[in-house]
């Protein structure tokens, strides 16, 4: 539907409309425009109501400091390489972590410690995010608050304790009195009721995080976050003020680091979520343009309307995909030429180097990478055997394998774990995850250089190398093998099957008499028990859902884009947790 006037449909239908790509993108586009100029106003208008900056936080201070995306939806908002004054540093603080039903979670695996290493040189910085359906998103009032309260009381945690082993009293800038370790909540969205509810379990966080040892190096925390975190918000043209409190949330840089956040978007007062849509014109004009839905929020769930559209590209192709002539459905066939065009020379471009796209972990031969790092035969230059855990598989890697047999006299080892993609796996991955690990174990044991890949090495391939590093390295950083790890003897598995000895899992290495054992239906058992022995230790679960996220922390110290799914977890957990041995427990 396509007209200058707003149709007259009902609002389950506007609703529908606005949901299209093109009605989202003009959305974002609008918020996004002169968004650095508005913010600078509402600071200076709160200036001037007698709720002043500190004295060196001056209108040309604020306009220094740099301009961060919340990561997915706020990264719609921040065009690259305007005039905003950004930062590459990435932050995800995610909504999920602080909602209710996720009793206001703190997590291990999204610390942010760089924006902390950001605030350390800067002071003070810019935060957009928004969403669909809240004035604020839970980000901003709920997950930021928690983190900053947590960062804040494990520092000072740590400061107590470094204190005491401290002759040159370093750890003294900032007196115990001075330290800030309160909760801070915009008073709008968070009632004094939920108020008391968060606070009374930031403690346990800080616990948590404490003794998941996640803070690899609580000394460079401590002299990094020599001031305090404290949020503030800037939403509906207003500064917020805390909850609790009657004073208004405000830039102090002398005394905190500020973390200022902004939701780019407007909406009607007083109305509920599914009423916030409503009718615009392009630059206010009824004559000659064609009006949208705008939707405030409008780049939340990007994965439902954007059509794999990234928001480089849209503002890379912003003006041909924001032409005023264009309606719904040709907005949806723009936007599927461009990722279509974007793919293509993707793949033109592979660098043929395959370590750019693999991380190594800890101080072992152990690499972690995306489909890229496992493409041959240059794979073979860096790798001696490579695991896939993706249902595809390279035409030629089978022939290239064989080729450096053949022309290099060297053998090479790929065993593929047959995963599909996402929810599309049911229980393959549990099910050959012995094999899998197996295959590390043995390579690793011969001083080879091992590349674990998937699609994008997010997901699957992590899991499997958190299942290894459970079993094989000591929880702490760096990352290194157990002393007992050379003495694993993957012989003993299946010493009691009767089959030919020398007989290779296609070109694995492994036995296929082993491969087969293991992927029997009590397979995990049998790895499981094996495990036991070898490690000698008692018959409970090597990880539970508390260590598997401080293994996941550790790992992501290396692999920084890791980002298992909770299915995934979950298949972790039932691995190590669900096996008929440990019902004795």
Same mark, same amino acid.
Request: negative net charge; proline residues 5%; contains cysteine.
């Given at each position: ?8 449909? $009902?609002? *389950? ?21 002169? =968004?650095? #100029? ?28 740099? +301009? ?55 002071? !003070? %910085? ?6 669909? *359906? ?12 928690? +983190? ?28 115990? @009195? ?19 509810? /968060? ?20 000394? +460079? ?38 973390? /200022?956040? %902004? ?7 007083? !109305? ?10 392009? !630059? ?29 590209? &849209?503002?890379? $192709? ?7 002539? =264009? ?21 033109? %471009? ?14 072992? @031969? ?12 240059? %794979? +073979? ?28 006299? *060297? ?76 003495? &694993?003897?993957?012989?003993? /598995? ?17 036995? =296929? ?22 490690? !000698? ?19 992501? #110290? ?14 972790? $957990? ?12």
């Amino acid at each position: 539907m396509q007209c200058n006037e707003q149709p007259h449909i $009902n609002s *389950r239908q506007q609703r529908k409309l606005a949901y299209r790509a093109r009605n989202r993108l003009l959305s974002i586009h609008r918020d996004a425009q002169d =968004l650095k #100029q508005r913010v600078y106003d509402i600071l200076e208008s709160h200036h001037h109501h007698g709720n002043p900056c500190s004295a060196s936080t001056s209108s040309t201070r604020i306009k220094s400091f740099p +301009w961060l995306p919340n990561k997915n939806c706020g990264s719609w908002y921040l065009p690259p390489n305007n005039e905003l004054t950004t930062s590459s540093t990435e932050v995800y603080f995610k909504s999920s972590d602080g909602h209710i039903t996720s009793n206001y979670a703190f997590s291990l695996k999204r610390l942010n410690l760089p924006l902390i290493e950001l605030l350390h040189q800067v002071n !003070s %910085c810019f935060l957009v995010d928004s969403s669909v *359906r809240k004035i604020l998103p839970d980000s901003f009032s709920r997950t930021i608050p928690v +983190w900053c309260c947590v960062m804040n009381r494990i520092v000072q945690q740590y400061r107590s304790e470094f204190r005491q082993l401290d002759e040159n009293n370093q750890y003294d800038e900032v007196g115990e @009195d001075e330290w800030d370790t309160s909760l801070y909540t915009p008073a709008s969205i968070v009632s004094p009721e939920e108020y008391t509810e /968060i606070s009374s379990l930031i403690d346990s966080r800080v616990e948590l995080l404490y003794s998941s040892k996640a803070i690899v190096n609580p000394s +460079w925390l401590i002299s990094t976050l020599n001031k305090p975190l404290r949020p503030m918000w800037i939403v509906e043209g207003q500064v917020q003020s805390y909850t609790n409190s009657l004073q208004l949330s405000s830039v102090d840089d002398d005394k905190y680091y500020t973390i /200022i956040c %902004c939701n780019p978007s407007n909406y009607h007062e007083g !109305s509920s979520s599914k009423n916030h849509i409503h009718w615009k014109n392009h !630059s206010g004009s009824d004559e000659t343009s064609f009006g949208y839905y705008y939707t405030p929020g409008a780049a939340d769930d990007d994965s439902e309307w954007g059509r794999n559209l990234s928001p480089n590209l &849209f503002w890379s $192709n912003c003006e041909t995909l924001l032409q005023h002539n =264009l309606t719904d459905d040709d907005t949806d066939a723009l936007i599927d030429t461009i990722i279509q065009r974007e793919r293509e020379n993707h793949l033109s %471009c592979v660098p043929p180097n395959s370590m750019e796209h693999g991380d190594k972990i800890g101080n072992i @031969d152990l690499w972690i990478g995306s489909y890229e790092a496992a493409k041959p035969p240059t %794979c +073979w230059d860096n790798f001696d055997a490579v695991l896939n855990i993706t249902d595809t598989e390279y035409p030629d890697m089978q022939e290239s394998i064989k080729e450096q047999q053949e022309q290099r006299q *060297r053998n090479c080892f790929y065993l593929q774990l047959p995963v599909a993609e996402g929810k599309k796996d049911k229980i393959e991955l549990e099910r050959w995850m012995p094999v899998g690990l197996v295959f590390l174990i043995h390579h690793l044991q011969q001083k080879r250089r091992v590349l674990v890949y998937g699609t994008k090495g997010r997901d699957r391939a992590v899991a499997v190398v958190l299942a290894f590093v459970v079993l094989a390295c000591p929880p702490m950083y760096p990352l290194k093998l157990k002393d007992t790890f050379a003495g &694993f003897d993957i012989d003993t /598995i299946s010493q009691q099957q009767q089959g030919e000895a020398d007989k290779r899992y296609h070109h694995s290495d492994l036995e =296929l008499d082993l491969v087969n054992v293991l992927l029997e239906k009590n397979g995990r058992e049998t790895f499981l028990h094996w495990m036991h022995n070898q490690a !000698s230790l008692p018959q409970e679960p090597f990880a539970d859902k508390e260590s598997l996220r401080i293994v996941l922390q550790l790992v992501t #110290q290396y692999r920084e884009n890791a980002e298992t799914t909770r299915s995934t977890m979950q298949k972790l $957990n039932r691995f190590f947790m669900s096996s008929s041995m440990y019902r004795h427990i």
